[in-house]
């Protein structure tokens, strides 16, 4: 099973909100998701992205892809030392 890390729309019409979700890359938009990593929220321009780091970080080392809008939001986020000590 191949995983991907991509967001999934939730909020009513018109006022969206995402959440960052590992998913088996076969699987719809709005599917069954394998696990829910953060959230994501485009009208709130100040704390819009909340991410579990060490829940991304588990899943990036066990082979996930982010899609392409994850891997923009990703470059956005401060740059945590934790992250950075356990990429090495």
């Known amino acids: ?4 890390l991509r967001l999934k729309r939730v909020g009513m019409t018109k006022q ?11 699987k719809a938009r709005d599917g069954a998701e394998l ?5 994501y929220d485009p ?4 704390n819009a992205i909340h991410i ?3 829940r991304l970080q588990y ?18 986020i401060k740059p945590n030392p934790n992250l ?3 990429k090495n």
């Open 1 to 4: 099973m191949s995983v991907r």
């Open 16 to 26: 969206p909100a995402y959440r960052l979700v590992a998913v088996d890359r076969r």
């Open 35 to 39: 696990e829910v990593l953060g959230h």
């Open 43 to 46: 009208r709130n321009k100040e």
């Open 52 to 54: 579990n780091p060490e």
């Open 59 to 76: 899943w990036l080392s066990c082979g996930a892809q982010p899609s392409e809008t994850v891997k923009s939001l990703l470059a956005k």
């Open 84 to 86: 950075e000590k356990k």
